[in-house]
């Protein structure tokens, strides 16, 4: 569901009003995870939205659960202070969740547990009221080693626990659990539209949920998961050219050893952890594939570097220039002014004749980003920079009308990591070749293809572009 080209008056799209989504869940049940990863689809839709939580505005509005009084998390009789500061951050996000509809916003997600049904049925009247679409969003989570992860990984770097032994941290916040386990209501409402995701997407219910968007969230959290995984982006090289092959050894040698680094930190062998490689079916881009097949043949010798699943999608081809085929952007300019002067007004949406533009391919590529969204093990994307830039920009969040101009550079690394409260991207460079580009001084490249049009597009709108991975990129 790529955001739609059109805008409306109301700036609600899809016809489908406000909505908000009301998590319900003990701590450490995934909800801040699924609550960020569908405002990032949400946003890549077209729809305006946005995640308020309640442990954030406390954070912010009172301190770290270090400034709070000791029986702030405890449920049951509290002290007048406490009641007061409680209420206090729920008028607090209420009021923001206001806000943002009568600012033209059309979705919010209230990120908190909401586990009494008293609670939940005050918010559900209070925002009915105003015709918004509720929807309760419940996850459940059973299993002890999902949910000791999710605290190691989440919970104990938070503010709450800076400073903290992490040992101590996770016997405090099991704590925590524990008492809000005695107090906790389970969704039963059948009155109210409902999803239940148990074990994070091992199984999904739903009830009297109705409404494009509505079901077009269930379908998205059908596909999501919250383990952990590193999602690695480079560049195809040029087919069967002897810098291309060492352009594509050293990639692999590169990726293993990072992955590698990982992998032992978070305990596991990179020789049986498989890495997934998605390229197009491009022979150029399954090539540069190719060394890590190498690395990963059993017969190899000293036995298998590697274990990896190498899958070839005809989604990911390159953007179809049309008529600009082997232009160069001069060339463009020279033979094509009317459209050149239409393209740079809106390089995204924008389509040469018999061409696709950056639009087109987004939708082209949606499939492909719910794949990603679905796939649980690391993985490579060995892509064509315009299918990078667009994948790039739904992970990390950028407007489409940035799209274009996404520095994709040859010989550099982009590693990026999903997780609970944003995307965490870095840039590494592995590589000096010809096509290597750099960006510094009067036409500072090496060797570019000139008459590849939307690669040197990108590449020569240097005030407006976006290097993703270079310290600007943790959302």
């Not at 790529?2 to 799209?13: E, I, N, W």
């Not at 077209?46 to 009084?69: C, E, F, H, N, W």
């Not at 390089?347 to 649980?376: C, G, M, W």
Request: with cysteine; net charge neutral; aromatic share 10%.
């Amino acid at each position: 569901m790529v955001a739609p080209l059109y805008t409306t008056d109301s700036g609600l799209l899809f016809h489908a009003g406000k909505i908000l989504v009301v998590t319900v869940g003990l701590p450490a049940r995934g909800k801040t995870h699924i609550s960020r990863a569908l405002e990032r689809y949400l946003r890549w839709a077209g729809i305006k939205t946005q995640v308020v939580s309640l442990g954030d505005y406390r954070r912010k509005s009172l301190g770290g659960a270090q400034k709070l009084p000791p029986d702030y998390f405890t449920l049951g009789k509290k002290s007048p202070e406490t009641i007061e500061l409680r209420q206090k951050v729920l008028d607090g996000c209420e009021q923001l969740i206001g806000d943002f509809f009568n600012a033209g916003g059309q979705c919010v997600i209230y990120d908190a547990n909401n586990g009494r049904r008293e609670q939940r049925h005050r918010v559900v009247e209070k925002f009915g009221r105003e015709g918004i679409h509720v929807v309760i969003l419940e996850t459940i989570c059973d299993d002890p080693a999902v949910i000791e992860r999710n605290i190691r990984s989440v919970k104990i770097s938070s503010p709450d626990y800076r400073g903290w032994d992490p040992d101590l941290a996770v016997q405090d916040y099991y704590s925590r659990i524990r008492d809000h386990e005695k107090h906790y209501e389970t969704v039963d409402e059948l009155d109210v539209p409902s999803i239940r995701i148990i074990n994070v997407g091992e199984k999904i219910m739903v009830n009297n949920v109705r409404g494009y968007v509505q079901s077009r969230i269930i379908f998205f959290l059908m596909n999501i998961h919250n383990r952990y995984r590193t999602i690695y982006f480079a560049r195809i090289d040029a087919d069967l050219s002897d810098i291309g092959w060492e352009y594509a050894a050293r990639l692999k040698d590169f990726v293993l050893d990072r992955r590698a680094k990982s992998l032992k930190e978070r305990g596991l062998d990179p020789k049986t952890s498989r890495l997934v490689i998605w390229t197009s079916t491009r022979r150029r881009s399954h090539h540069t594939a190719w060394p890590f097949m190498v690395a990963a043949d059993p017969k190899r010798p000293g036995g298998p570097q590697c274990k990896v699943k190498v899958i070839e999608k005809p989604q990911m081809s390159e953007i179809n220039p049309g008529v600009w085929d082997g232009l160069t952007v001069a060339d463009a300019k020279r033979e094509y002014p009317e459209e050149w002067e239409r393209f740079v007004k809106d390089p995204y949406s924008f389509r040469a004749p018999r061409a696709e533009s950056y639009h087109d391919l987004s939708v082209r590529l949606e499939p492909t980003l719910i794949e990603l969204e679905r796939e649980q093990e690391d993985l490579l994307i060995i892509g064509h920079a315009s299918v990078v830039r667009c994948l790039l920009a739904y992970l990390i969040g950028l407007p489409p009308s940035e799209i274009p101009a996404i520095e994709v550079a040859r010989g550099d690394l982009v590693e990026v990591v999903p997780a609970s409260y944003g995307v965490h991207s870095q840039a590494y460079h592995f590589w000096d070749g010809p096509g290597r580009t750099h960006g510094e001084g009067e036409g500072g490249y090496e060797e570019r293809d000139p008459n590849n049009f939307y690669e040197n597009y990108a590449e020569d709108t240097r005030e407006k572009k976006h290097r993703v991975g270079y310290g600007d990129d943790e959302v």
